[in-house]
């Protein structure tokens, strides 16, 4: 399975404020994906049907596992009322009787633009390069501690504002697709903002010495690399049509 390391460097700078820490956080937005030419392109100028079902197929495979992602943050949890607060997130997904839940929304935008529910849950189109980034992923929160993981989630800071682009952009690029398949982006609004409050209150108490401050920054940069890693194999196969194993034909 993919590893993560990363080196905790020894300073002994003195600690950022709770302020200045919040905002260097909040600063590593400019590697958020929503910047990368893959994710530029689908909501502002537009690309072809087929690399729109493939974002959405391998998205698919990032939105099934966050549920396990955040088992495995609930298993390294010792405090009850963070428990009370995390396991949210993994009813926001897997949902409840009379409301799905997020992964039943994303098959709704499969649905939307055009793909079966079988071949999306089957996993057939995921690129092998989408799928070791996420299984990367998961595999951190497996072994990281509760608080580490929590902080990986701060990429949920950028979160809104791409899905709003979304909500904004695609009607006019994309008159082809059932609008009822938005509903995941309307109602990641709202949850998104809510994660984030809980998140960043776990990172500012606990990272407190420099040491520690500059070891988040690396772990939020190890998630913004993976959601950057996940859109270059697509941007590759569906933009470049250089999927993985195109000089091997016979694999």
């Known amino acids: 399975m993919p590893e993560f390391s990363i080196r905790r ?4 700078d003195p600690p950022w404020t709770p ?24 909501n502002e100028r537009g690309v072809s049907r087929a690399a729109v079902q493939g974002w959405v197929v391998n998205r698919f495979y990032y939105q099934q596992c966050i549920p396990l992602k955040d088992a495995a943050v ?9 428990r009370r607060l995390w396991i949210q997130r993994i009813l926001d997904h897997d949902g409840l009787t009379g409301d799905e839940g997020g992964i039943e ?6 649905a939307a633009v055009g793909l079966e529910r079988d071949y999306l849950e089957s996993g057939e189109g ?23 993981a929590a902080c990986s989630s701060l990429t949920e800071l950028f979160a809104p504002t791409i899905h709003q682009r979304r909500l904004d952009n695609w ?28 998140g960043l209150k776990i990172s500012l108490q606990h990272f407190q010495t420099r ?3 500059e070891y988040a920054l690396s772990i939020l940069q ?7 890693t996940m859109l270059d194999a697509m941007w590759m196969a569906y933009i470049e049509h250089k999927p993985p194993f195109f000089s091997c034909p016979n694999v």
């Open 9 to 12: 460097r020894a300073t002994q």
């Open 19 to 42: 302020s200045e820490f919040e905002q260097r956080l909040r600063a590593k937005e400019r590697y958020y994906h929503l910047h990368h030419p893959f994710h530029v392109q689908m």
């Open 74 to 82: 609930l298993a390294n949890c010792t405090e009850r009322d963070a």
């Open 105 to 110: 929304a994303w098959l709704q935008l499969g």
């Open 126 to 148: 995921v690129l092998p390069g989408v799928r070791f980034a996420v299984d990367a992923y998961v595999n951190f929160a497996r072994r990281a501690s509760f608080e580490e």
């Open 171 to 198: 009607p006019a690029l994309y008159p082809w697709i059932d609008a009822g398949g938005y509903r995941y982006f309307r109602t990641r609004l709202s949850e998104a903002r809510r994660d984030v409050e809980h």
């Open 211 to 213: 040491s520690d401050q």
């Open 222 to 228: 190890f998630k913004l690399n993976v959601l950057w």
